[in-house]
Nanobody, 114 residues
Framework: VQLQASGGGLVQPGGSLRLSCAAS????????MGWSRQAPGKQRDFVAF???????NYANSVKGRFTISRDNAKNTVYLQMNNLKPEDTAVYYC?????????WGKGTQVTVSS
């Protein structure tokens, strides 16, 4: 399984970005896709996940601002990020739990700065 993330960039505080991550390879119909992030000098932290059945979970720090969604037909997960704050600056990684294995994609940089 390969994951390709896109959509990062530079945005001002209060702005929005939408990340996308497409998975390719042998993918079970039952899986979980999600996002984590890693700020400079910090550990990688969970952001959100969504199961193929539609269940979601969010980190407290992003609840009410970020929305995860997915297109199962395209094996693609999205992260809509609104009201971005400087503390959201990080490299964002998508991941997929598939057939008992957790896969990670290369990250995409999100920078929130005026």
């Amino acid at each position: 399984v390969q994951l390709q993330a896109s959509g990062g960039g530079l945005v001002q505080p209060g702005g929005s970005l939408r990340l996308s991550c497409a998975a390719s390879g042998i993918i079970s119909s039952v899986n979980i896709m999600g996002w984590s992030r890693q700020a400079p000098g910090k550990q990688r932290d969970f952001v959100a996940f969504m199961s193929s059945g539609g269940s979601t979970n969010y980190a407290n720090s992003v609840k009410g601002r970020f929305t995860i969604s997915r297109d199962n037909a395209k094996n693609t997960v999205y992260l809509q990020m609104n009201n971005l704050k400087p503390e959201d600056t990080a490299v964002y990684y998508c991941n997929m739990g598939n057939n008992g294995v957790n896969y990670w994609g290369k990250g995409t940089q999100v920078t929130v700065s005026s």
